[in-house]
């Protein structure tokens, strides 16, 4: 599993208010944001493929997060 790159990681945090975050916090919230993304992801294709449709919206993967959590 590809996880998402750390400096945007980085930003997220710093956004989120962390003046200072370790590397190892960066790795530990991409990890799961990748894995949050990937079952999301997985969700809104099979939403997609009930409509029978091939292409994934925006509509799908609002209905999957709602879905999902």
Known sequence: METLPIAPIGRILSNGGAPRATKDAKIE???ILT????AIAEE??????HSGRK???ASD?????KLKF
């Open 61 to 65: 993967v609002q209905l999957a997060i």
């Open 35 to 38: 894995e949050y993304g990937e």
């Open 29 to 31: 919230l991409s990890t």
């Open 44 to 49: 809104a294709v099979k939403i997609a493929t």
């Open 55 to 57: 292409t994934v919206k």
